[in-house]
Nanobody, 118 residues
């Protein structure tokens, strides 16, 4: 069974930075397009950033210029570097395999909580 394990979340002040990690079992990362999603209380889960197998990236407008997604195929891990954090970035962050329609493919992991205080 494929597993996704997110980590790296925490509580930071506005303007701070965090680096999230997503460790996947097997060879999921090197074989697929991957994405980070987030879900804030009372809101739908939204795609934040995605990275293709070739390394091309796309970002939600709300995080462009502040977040960077990357992958390490050798470690089967995807990262999300988050800078200049805002209170609106507070959410549970999840990673997943993503299809061409920005839909997640696998069962969700436990996520990692990010809380930004202003």
């Amino acid at each position: 069974q494929v597993q996704l394990a997110e980590s790296g979340g925490g509580s930071v002040q506005a303007g701070g930075s965090l680096r999230l990690s997503c460790a996947a079992s097997g060879t999921i990362v090197m074989s697929n397009d991957m994405a980070w999603y987030r879900q804030a209380p009372g809101k739908q889960r939204e795609l934040v950033a995605r990275i293709s197998r070739s390394g091309s990236t796309n970002y939600a407008d709300s995080v462009k210029g502040r977040f960077t997604i990357s992958r390490d195929n050798a470690k089967n891990t995807v990262y999300l570097e988050m800078n200049s954090l805002k209170s609106d970035d507070s959410a549970v962050y999840y990673c997943n395999v993503v299809n061409v329609f920005d839909r997640a493919i696998l069962s969700w992991g436990q996520g990692t909580q990010v809380t930004v205080s202003s």
